[in-house]
């Protein structure tokens, strides 16, 4: 390797100032590949050889899709070219130690939460969490105490947490083990994450974040990553915002407070031990693309996006959403239509051949690429399509009404490790006012879970839902709603849950 040494080693690998422009696992894939070797290991499809002649898409692609061959390295026990590739990553983000994920953020969710928390242990969670979050909770037999979030109004959403809440929650809530928080959300919404941080660390409490929308940070000049602002445990979907391929993801650490082997052990346990070696190169070349995206990248991106933004903000019907003070994330457009529904407008959108991320009856969101300066976009004929969308007859205008009720800070009547082997049963929704909720039920708008399996159903809660269902809203989970059922746990008593209005 080079003389301009950083000081950075690990299993006597040390990684210098020349090999950031590596792509080492990358580089060493197409070595194998340039062998012309004979394949006489798995996978089944051996390098493409048995899609040759009908489907050549594949048997291009699966050439790339080896596995643990000599030289090529071990996931599970990195020596080689994986850990130079994670290594390189963890410089990057300024991270202790940075891990591959093939398995998506939902592995690095569940393996943070499971090698951080133990059973019975409390642990604070926005409500308005990805359900890996939950399901790691779960699994590791904690007690939750959920955080409400922020509801915006204008864009008819929830956001954020403000610290306010979480200060709250630890007054109230002083043993906790943890705070696990979503940052930034599927909208591109931000709150004072280092100001929680900092609130947390004062009581020696680790903050566990979920950045699955926010790998692109660390080089965006108007937001901070959660790797930056002092986050323990931060969770990346490389895949979402940078040119990785789906499920590829990073977990990084960089705690005082607690440490990474019980996340690496859970890791070992819950990923595949046939790790794709597509993924974990396209890990490793994403690296590399944010490694060599510029200053200059930046700045004429974000002018490129600030013209997006004004074009369409320029077609009548149309509302171009604004974040806070400017802070969000400029990769996310979200657009809201006067006469129509966001989902009536995803579907006139794709009938032009244009692909958002998401729809929710208010609004319609946009996920652009971290282009560099000299990559081409349609931004221009986004702008066309979206205005030939928007020309056709449209409605009155719906006024958005915020019907979710809940408290700013609450817990379980009974945790997920009690209600094993609980029987079920659906009843009506005026039963179940005071009963054990057995499902988990999330009303889009605003996407905040509204019950947990566990969550006593209070009468409050029957009336969100009644008008909720009136409003149009969507519901997953609930799946007796559209009976007007709710499912209970079928317990011999009525219990009281534990809140805390804000």
Not at 186 to 210: C, E, N, S, T, W
Not at 465 to 477: D, E, N, P, V, Y
Not at 490 to 502: I, R
């Amino acid at each position: 390797m080079g003389s301009d040494k950083i000081g950075e080693e690990s299993n006597n690998l040390v990684i210098t100032m020349n090999d950031y422009n590596n792509i080492p696992l990358y580089g060493r894939l197409l070595d194998h590949i340039g062998k012309d070797s004979i394949p006489l290991h798995v996978p089944g499809h051996k390098n493409g050889l048995l899609y040759k002649g009908s489907q050549e898409a594949y048997a291009e692609a699966l050439k790339l899709d080896v596995t643990e061959l000599s030289g090529l390295d071990d996931l599970h026990a990195a020596s080689g070219a994986i850990k130079e590739a994670e290594l390189l990553a963890s410089k990057l983000y300024g991270a202790k130690e940075s891990s591959f994920l093939i398995n998506g953020s939902t592995v690095g969710n569940l393996a943070m939460i499971l090698g951080t928390v133990k059973e019975g242990e409390t642990v604070l969670v926005q409500r308005n969490c990805h359900k890996s979050v939950l399901n790691g909770i779960r699994l590791a037999k904690a007690s939750p105490v959920f955080l409400g979030p922020e509801y915006n109004g204008d864009w008819g959403v929830a956001g954020g947490i403000a610290p306010e809440t979480v200060e709250k929650a630890i007054s109230l809530h002083p043993d906790a083990k943890a705070i696990i928080l979503t940052y930034p959300n599927y909208y591109g919404m931000v709150f004072d994450l280092q100001a929680i941080i900092h609130k947390a660390h004062q009581h020696g409490i680790p903050v566990l974040v979920d950045e699955a929308h926010g790998a692109h940070l660390i080089k965006m000049s108007r937001l901070k990553s959660a790797v930056e602002l002092g986050a323990d445990f931060v969770v990346q979907s490389a895949h979402k915002t940078l040119p990785a391929m789906t499920m590829g993801a990073y977990l990084h650490y960089n705690s005082r407070l607690i440490g990474y082997e019980g996340a690496r052990e859970y890791l070992q346990m819950l990923q595949s031990s046939s790790p794709s070696y597509p993924i974990m190169a396209s890990l490793d070349g994403a690296r590399h693309y944010l490694e060599t995206f510029t200053e200059e990248d930046d700045k004429i991106l974000l002018e490129r996006i600030e013209s997006f933004r004004r074009g369409l903000a320029g077609i009548s019907g149309l509302l171009v959403l604004e974040y806070e003070e400017g802070a969000g994330d400029p990769l996310k457009v979200v657009i809201q239509p006067e006469g129509l529904s966001g989902f009536e407008l995803q579907s006139l959108l794709e009938d032009e051949g244009i692909y958002p991320e998401m729809a929710d009856p208010y609004n319609v969101v946009f996920v652009l690429p971290l282009l560099k300066k000299d990559m081409d976009f349609p931004f221009k004929e986004i702008i066309f399509k979206t205005e030939k969308a928007m020309s056709g007859k449209r409605k009155g205008q719906t006024a958005k009404v915020n019907y979710f009720q809940k408290p700013s800070v609450s817990t379980l009547a009974v945790n997920a490790q009690d209600l094993m082997g609980m029987s079920r049963k659906a009843v009506s929704m005026e039963e179940a006012a005071g009963k054990i909720c057995a499902e988990l039920i999330i009303p889009y708008p605003p996407g905040i879970p509204l019950l947990f399996p566990g969550e006593v159903i209070s009468e409050e809660d029957v009336k969100s839902i009644r008008l909720l269902q009136a409003s149009g809203a969507r519901f997953q989970g609930g799946s007796h709603l559209d009976k007007n059922q709710i499912s209970i746990y079928a317990l011999q008593a009525e219990c009281k849950q534990e809140e805390h209005d804000g």
